[in-house]
């Protein structure tokens, strides 16, 4: 157990329509990332927050979106879903944003756009 | 922009048997992280070398960095049934985590 959960577990949506993802980090862990793995592959970084701003971005489109909130919850929102979003969602968090903390990563949303 | 490639891609070993998975990097190595995911689950942290010639050891799981070669090794010795999943190293070249592909290990009884 990491501390760190996801909602939902999974997801089916359709093509165009828009999705939110949800992430509680462990207490204390000021940074979240968001990341996308497809079957297969290793996790491909999205975006990542620290207190509540944008630290960083993946090559994502703008229709991939975020928000970081003061109760170290988190939010990823995808919209104009296309077949190719269909991945597992995972969201990690760290204490910094520090490249040598360790991130602790939630079990997943995977998210099926038919 | 930096890549990690793993091999091998997969790996069937039968149970008691030592196995090493190899994490090669297309440019220099300031830091690695190791970790392992169950199918289709999140990532469990195994460890984290952050210096050229570090090993590191966890239970039965040895993981060292070769800053040289640009690369790092995971090793297991005596593998289990527990010891199944994908094997995933991770670099942070600039506050973004890259990753391999994986690697899947298979355990034979």
């Known amino acids: 157990e990491t501390g760190v959960t996801q909602s939902p577990t999974h997801l089916i949506k359709t093509r165009g329509q828009q999705v939110t993802l949800r992430c509680s980090s462990q207490?204390?862990?000021?940074?979240v990332s968001w990341y996308q793995q497809a079957l297969g592959q290793g996790p491909q970084f999205i975006f990542q927050y620290y207190r509540e701003e944008e630290n960083g971005r993946g090559n994502f489109p703008p229709r991939f979106s975020g928000l970081q909130f003061p109760n170290y919850s988190s939010e990823l929102n995808v919209n104009a879903l296309e077949l190719d979003d269909s991945a597992l969602y995972l969201c990690a968090s760290s204490l910094t944003r520090e490249w040598s903390d360790t991130q602790y990563f939630g079990p997943g949303t995977r998210l099926t756009v038919l | 922009s930096q890549e990690l490639e793993q091999s091998p891609q997969s790996l069937i070993v039968q149970e008691g048997k030592n196995l090493t998975i190899n994490c090669t990097s297309s440019k220099t190595l300031y830091g690695l992280y190791w970790y392992k995911q169950k199918y289709g689950e999140g990532l469990i942290f195994l460890m984290m070398?952050?210096?050229g010639g570090e090993e590191k050891s966890h239970e039965k799981i040895t993981a060292k960095l070769d800053e040289k070669k640009q690369q790092s090794s995971l090793h297991i010795t005596a593998s289990q049934p527990s010891h199944a999943g994908i094997y995933l190293c991770?670099?942070?070249?600039?506050?973004?985590?890259?990753w391999g592909a994986g690697t899947k290990l298979i355990i034979k009884p």
């Open positions: 207490s204390g862990h000021n940074t």
């Open positions: 070398l952050q210096k």
């Open positions: 991770g670099a942070d070249p600039n506050y973004q985590l890259i």
